[in-house]
Nanobody, 117 residues
Framework: QVQLVESGGSLVQPGGSLKLSCAAT????????MGWYRQAPGKQRELVAV???????NYAASVKGRFTVSRDNAKTTAYLQMNSLKPEDTAVYYC???????????WGQGTQVTVSS
């Protein structure tokens, strides 16, 4: 099974930048898609950005052009580079991975990102 651990969440001012990391351990070869979701207070968890095993990416409209999702060649770490941050980006950010062998969605514990002056 795949385990995910996020890091990099912090308090940042509007217009600032932040980079999140997600380290995967366990059944690495079975990981296909990796990426990020977020959940703001009182709202449902939503897609932020994902990168598929092909290297293709998918972004939420609200972050396109500001955020960049990537993963290393070993496919053990995913990143989310966030630029031009806005207060509405404040949320708990969760790392996501698809375990193709177990046909299961895997989640990290979440990391808090707060955008405020």
């Amino acid at each position: 099974q795949v385990q995910l651990v996020e890091s990099g969440g912090s308090l940042v001012q509007p217009g600032g930048s932040l980079k999140l990391s997600c380290a995967a351990t366990g059944s690495i070869p079975s990981i296909t898609t990796m990426g990020w979701y977020r959940q703001a207070p009182g709202k449902q968890r939503e897609l932020v950005a994902v990168v598929f095993s092909s290297g293709d990416t998918n972004y939420a409209a609200s972050v396109k052009g500001r955020f960049t999702v990537s993963r290393d060649n070993a496919k053990t770490t995913a990143y989310l580079q966030m630029n031009s941050l806005k207060p509405e980006d404040t949320a708990v950010y969760y790392c996501y991975a698809r375990d193709s062998s177990l046909r299961a969605d895997c989640w990290g514990q979440g990391t808090q990102v707060t955008v405020s002056s």
